[in-house]
């Protein structure tokens, strides 16, 4: 008799560009089915004459198929010769994790301080800037690290920056909301 495997889907799959965005939701869902061990373990798979090793497998299989079922078909045939889940949830991480880099840190700077709302909807708009400053913050991470003092008003600055760069280019038909909005930003 042949036990079905649970489907999981996060409503879009890994592309090779949204592992920044992706792989922290996949690790929750991951997690809250209680199988995070088998892509961030550091426990060795039971040999294989253990009589754990075939729930092992079957419970590791599953994982590595959830993580195969969220990728677009052109990544499954580069990464599915993986053994392990571990093994392809550390293969995806090397490829696509994003490290600091100053010129595409700089594109996408300028490409943030040029988007204007125009035609889109605001919530176009919004989600739009969200995305670059989702990109941006993957590859220029909070630059201190000594005190949470120093984290935190980073944030805080990083948020205000971004508040009056998304209202600083709303349509003039929001000009009204704009500066009451302005008018609640508290003082520094």
């Known amino acids: 008799m042949s036990k079905q495997t649970e489907s999981i889907s996060l409503g879009f ?3 090779g560009k949204n592992f920044p965005v992706r792989s922290p939701l996949m690790r929750v869902v991951i ?3 209680e199988k ?18 075939n729930k092992w497998q079957a419970s590791d299989f599953t994982v590595f198929t959830w993580l195969i079922q969220n990728m677009e078909p052109k990544l499954v045939l580069q990464f599915a010769q993986h053994e392990t889940a571990k093994a392809l949830w550390r293969s995806l991480a090397t490829t696509f994790r994003v490290r600091a880099d100053l010129v595409q840190v700089y594109d996408l700077e300028i490409r943030t301080s040029q988007l204007k709302q125009g035609n889109e909807s605001l919530e176009q708009y919004w989600g739009n800037l969200q995305q670059l400053w989702i990109e941006t913050d993957a590859r220029k991470p909070c630059p201190y690290t000594c005190c ?11 948020k205000i920056k971004r508040l009056y760069q998304f209202l ?3 349509d003039d038909k929001y000009d009204t909301l704009r500066r009451e909005l302005i008018k609640q930003i508290p003082k520094p």
């Open 31 to 33: 997690d809250s089915r």
């Open 168 to 170: 600083s280019d709303l």
């Open 148 to 158: 949470e003092k120093g984290i935190n008003t980073y944030r805080k600055e990083t």
């Open 36 to 53: 995070l061990e088998h892509i961030e373990g550091e426990q060795d798979p039971p040999k294989t004459t253990d009589p754990e090793f």
């Open 13 to 15: 799959k890994l592309d």
